[in-house]
């Protein structure tokens, strides 16, 4: 790195680390996801346990108390639910213990139900949760335990069936090459999917300081003093590799407060809400691949948006221009679940490779399926090579459009700026 | 005479496609000296800066700036002030001056020492800590300014240097700019200021759709283009002088008089004629030299001198 390129790398560091709304993303946006993620676990609170057996299939969030008036005669116990339910003599005590808030909601177990399954559900005002059939009906199968001689059968009632997924892929031996032993696809996806998430906002956030560093040296003409001083390339290149130290401290600082806010600020119970995630060992393949395809997708944004940043005249064009590329780069998003569903059919294939999308697509299908290793190598190559000649292309286009300023940028201009 | 050349431009042309915006354009600019570079809109004095700043190649010819030809370290030996130029609007002068003073190779404790030293000389101590959205136009020139000689160049080019400045911050920089050349700094200087070019300049070249039009020092093409004619300020019949061809009076109110002279006469035997002359008197006698403003318009519209 020369000397002028490294004094543009720390200035620019300085510069942006001191900016508000850096400052804010990089710091502020997971305290305040942590803080929702929290709010929704304490809402959820207590009654978010299920009292049960975890292998019971009814799940008996959302009500903590309730009554019940039996007209069949048939319910008297409600056994591992006494805890929930008082049963009441008739509909008037039910109604009392309603009214005094002694409980929630009740249920009117009618005289026919034997023959018509009908219970009426009474509650002071509408709620999603009480309207949730699980409780009675797992009260009613409590009434039946008696009636059951065998416990295994009982157990198979309240839990009918445990199941695995195993996918069908083609080719022999494939299907347990997609989830080696102790992996969880289920996590590994989830893994993959914040990986995307925080890869698109990294790039597009850092590089869309870079694109405004640029416009505002543009539009403010102190790109000539600049470029009379140093190598237009040399004030790229130091722009780039400060804005992306930037994203990646960002992405560092996003992917460590999901693993350790919840650690350190005593509510690791948040932790069981992004569900196998935290309990994942993720591939060890993977991890450098996502670095590998962070980086390219990083410099290929970087190209990119400077060039963007130096055919802009003002704040307002830059992201009107950016939407060109930037919209193609998410849409292995949109087409996630066909990806996971057909990780080898053409069109996850193509967008594995296509160098803009290749950064999620790859790694999308890296997360669900073996890709072969000539598909990765041309994946890399491909983006490889798109970075160097969107890095020469960004270089060249910076140093003649940047002396441009104020003339709008023509199509019929680009041969001109290609050949600098 | 010897002279210390600070740049040598040399049969340089460029073009933009099909458009010639300089054509074979030879000059040299002396240290200790301001060099004008004058000539209408779009007549090639941007381009012919930002080659010699290395900012732009141009298609034939060479350019020596400080000895030879310009590389990295010569960059930071010369200051340049843009026409069109600009300044970060949310960061503080100090912090700004300091970044632009390491581009050009100070370290850190000097460009901050030199930029607070300059500052207080311009008479903006007070600004050094603002941000520079809060200064006025004309502070925010009077930064610019402090910017290109802020790392001690020995060449300096600047851009209408004065544009956007009331007269007594004209005079502040002017101070600064006869300063920069007195200590053997060169300037180069392009403006539309006429008046600025006679008062400051030494010499000038004046370009025209990228060719050279005039170049030489300001008073010798001054002289070049001064009629055969004389003014003269004062009591007398002048039409009755031996040499005086036409007489024209101007409506001034001073008895202010130009006098067209006959092809066999010089000034000197008029003003014999006028001091042998009984009920004459002058208070001024003086060659009718045009101004830069005349001979810039006699130029562009074409009416080159003979």
Known sequence: MSGSMLRVFAYELRRNLRRKAYLFTTFGVPVLGFLLVMGMAFLGGSAASNPLDSTDMFDLRGVTDAGYVDLTGEFDDPGELANIFTRYPDEDAASAALEAEEIQVYYVIEADYLETGKVRVVMPRFNISYLSSNHIRRMLLEGLR?????????????????????????????DTADAPAGQNPDAQFMFVYIFAIILLMSLFVTNGYLMQSVIEEKETRL???????????????????????????????????????????GFGGVLSMLGPLVDTVVPPGLVPLMVVYFILAYLLFAGLYSIVGALSNSMREGPQYAAVFTLPAVVPMWFMQLIIA??????????????????LGMIERLAVTTVPAWQIALSVGLLALTVVGVMWLAGRVFRVQTLLAGQAFKLKDLPKLVRG | MQHNVAVSVDRISKSYGSFRAVDNLSFEIYKGEIFAMLGPNGSGKTTTIRMIL????????????????????????????????????????????????QLKGMSTHDARQRSLELLKRLELDDAAHKKVSELSKGMQQKVQFAITVLHRPELIIVDEPFSGLDPVNTLVIKELLLDFRRNGGAIVMS??????????????????????????????????????????????RWDTLPGVAQVDMHENGKKEAVLYLSPDATPDSVLAAIATTKGMSIQ??????????????????GHDHA
């Open chain 1, 146 to 174: 008696e009636e059951i001689d065998s416990p295994e059968l009982f157990q198979r009632l309240l839990n009918p069936a445990t199941y695995n997924e195993i996918r069908l892929l083609p080719g022999a031996g494939e």
């Open chain 1, 223 to 265: 790109i000539e003093i600049l470029i009379s001083s140093l190598r237009p390339f040399e004030l790229l290149a130091g722009k780039i590799l400060a804005l992306g130290l930037l994203g990646l401290l960002q992405m560092t600082v996003w992917l460590g407060s999901i693993l350790l806010l919840p650690r350190l600020t």
């Open chain 1, 342 to 359: 057909t990780p080898n059919d053409p069109l996850p294939v193509f967008l594995s490779l296509f160098p803009i999308t290749a950064p």
């Open chain 2, 54 to 101: 290395d900012i732009l190649r141009p298609d034939t010819g060479r350019i020596d700036v400080l000895g030879g030809p310009i590389n990295e370290e010569k960059k930071n030996r010369i200051g340049y002030l843009p026409e069109e130029r600009g300044m970060y609007r949310n960061v503080q002068v100090i912090e700004m001056m300091v970044y632009l003073g």
């Open chain 2, 191 to 236: 403006t539309h200021q006429m008046q600025q070019v006679e008062e400051l300049a030494d010499r000038l070249l004046m370009i025209s759709r990228g060719q050279q039009k005039l170049y030489g020092p300001v008073d010798q093409i001054r002289r070049e283009f001064a009629q055969h004619a004389i003014i003269v300020e004062g009591e007398g």
């Open chain 2, 284 to 301: 001024r006698f003086e060659l009718a030299v045009p101004s830069l403003n005349d001979i810039f318009i006699q130029v562009v519209e």
